[in-house]
């Protein structure tokens, strides 16, 4: 029987150290089989962890990629987002960083040409590209909800997706005393609530998650064409960016409970 303090302080070291399991099993003196069994949840699990507490695909944040976290929240990038870009590590970790409780005296970013090629991936997924947005009808498309999943899957502005959709959102300013003309005109109605026009709700509500399925079949962001991209930049890395759109994150795993 282990201590409640001695799990706790194993779930620590999992949680903020890079102590192999075999270190910390020795560090406390237990058995390497039951670090595994805390680190899976098998034993002892509480609920405010995720599991497993230091997943497979965790490998050690280099201190030049913790500087590098700290720069993304500056520029304005949540945790989840910036989980994303990495592609490593877990989200708690990240959390952790950002909040100073682990690698608390990075040192300045050094800008480095792999981290600033997934942040420039990342930018160019979470941007909402009027080019991607059917022409041929003025009403929501099983595409278009596609791609509209997937902005929100990488927390783009609303407002800004909801502008490249505004030619098609035409067919419900007539009749109505209130035209959105302009993106100021958008951000108004948006801050009223944004309920009037029914294209404006469908789109809000498949980009919270609300909305999942549109014309009898269901909306999946990870079925969004990724090669689409090389419209945009004949150049992007379609590789990278088929990574990022499936990469696991805790905002992944919550939209898919849903």
């Known amino acids: 029987m282990i201590s409640k303090a001695t799990v706790e302080?194993?779930?620590?070291?999992?949680?903020?150290?890079?102590?192999?399991?075999g270190d910390i099993a020795k560090k406390h003196k237990v058995s390497r089989t039951s670090v595994v069994n805390i680190n899976t949840g098998k034993s002892y699990p509480e609920q405010q962890f995720e599991y497993p507490i230091r997943s497979a695909q965790q490998t050690r944040l280099s201190?030049?990629?913790?500087?590098?976290?700290?720069?993304?929240?500056?520029?304005?990038?949540?945790?989840?987002?910036?989980?994303?870009?990495?592609?490593?590590?877990?989200?708690?970790?990240?959390?952790?960083?950002?909040?100073?409780?682990?690698?608390?005296?990075?040192?300045?970013?050094?800008?480095?040409?792999?981290l600033e090629k997934r942040k420039y991936t990342f930018d160019l997924i979470a941007t909402p590209w009027p080019q991607f947005v059917n022409t041929y009808t003025d009403s929501i498309t099983l595409e278009d909800a596609i791609y509209i999943k997937l902005l929100g899957r990488f927390m783009a502005p609303i407002e800004d997706v909801i502008e490249?959709?505004?030619?098609?959102?035409?067919?419900?300013?007539?009749?109505?005393?209130?035209?959105?003309?302009?993106?100021?005109?958008?951000?108004?109605?948006?801050?009223w609530g944004g309920t009037r026009?029914?294209?404006?709700?469908w789109i809000k509500g498949i980009f919270v998650n609300k909305i999942n399925n549109i014309q009898g079949e269901p909306i999946f962001y990870d079925d969004f064409a990724a090669d689409q991209y090389l419209i945009?930049?004949?150049?992007?890395?379609?590789?990278?960016?088929?990574?990022?759109?499936?990469?696991?994150?805790?905002?992944?795993f919550k939209r898919r409970s849903l």
């Not at 026009?197 to 709700?201: L, R, S, Y």
């Open 9 to 21: 302080a194993i779930k620590q070291d999992l949680l903020l150290t890079d102590l192999a399991l």
């Open 63 to 114: 201190d030049n990629e913790a500087s590098f976290i700290k720069e993304l929240v500056k520029l304005g990038y949540s945790a989840k987002q910036i989980h994303i870009i990495l592609g490593k590590t877990s989200y708690t970790t990240i959390s952790n960083v950002i909040q100073g409780k682990t690698r608390a005296s990075a040192d300045d970013y050094k800008p480095d040409g792999y």
């Open 164 to 191: 490249i959709f505004l030619p098609i959102i035409e067919s419900d300013f007539v009749a109505t005393e209130f035209p959105i003309e302009s993106r100021e005109d958008l951000l108004k109605y948006l801050e």
């Open 197 to 201: 026009f029914p294209t404006i709700w």
């Open 232 to 252: 945009i930049d004949e150049y992007a890395d379609i590789e990278l960016i088929k990574e990022m759109i499936a990469f696991e994150t805790k905002e992944n």
